[in-house]
């Protein structure tokens, strides 16, 4: 069974920014494209970012692209999501996941596991 533990969030000022990993265990790591996506109160889940296994690819969100970064280290099992001038909307708890497929298959919500997710709160 694969384990996912999302870690990083926090509280920022608008403005500010935030790195969150995601180090997975019970797969080969290697082997899978990953993603993030997140999902605050009252709003529909929405894809962040996905990347290849070989970090060669990646795709992103409208209303993130630009501001984040996804990249791997596929040596210690761990995704990373880079965020920048971050936003009150983008306030949400962040979940990285394995896409079933490749990393275009994040962008339609196709994972196979996926973790609790960090929360991120953008304050002043």
Sequence with gaps: QAQLVESGGGLVQPGGSLRLSCTVSGRTFSSDAMGWFRQSPGKEREFVAAISW?????????????????????????????????????????????????????????????GQGTQVTVSS
């Design 54 to 114: 070989s970090g060669r690819f990646t795709y992103y969100g409208e209303s993130v692209k630009g501001r984040f970064t996804i990249s791997r280290d596929n040596t210690k099992n761990t995704v990373f999501l880079d965020t920048s001038s971050l936003k009150p909307e983008d306030t949400a708890v962040y979940h990285c996941a394995v896409c079933s497929g490749g990393a275009n298959s994040c962008q339609r919500y196709d994972y196979v596991y996926w």
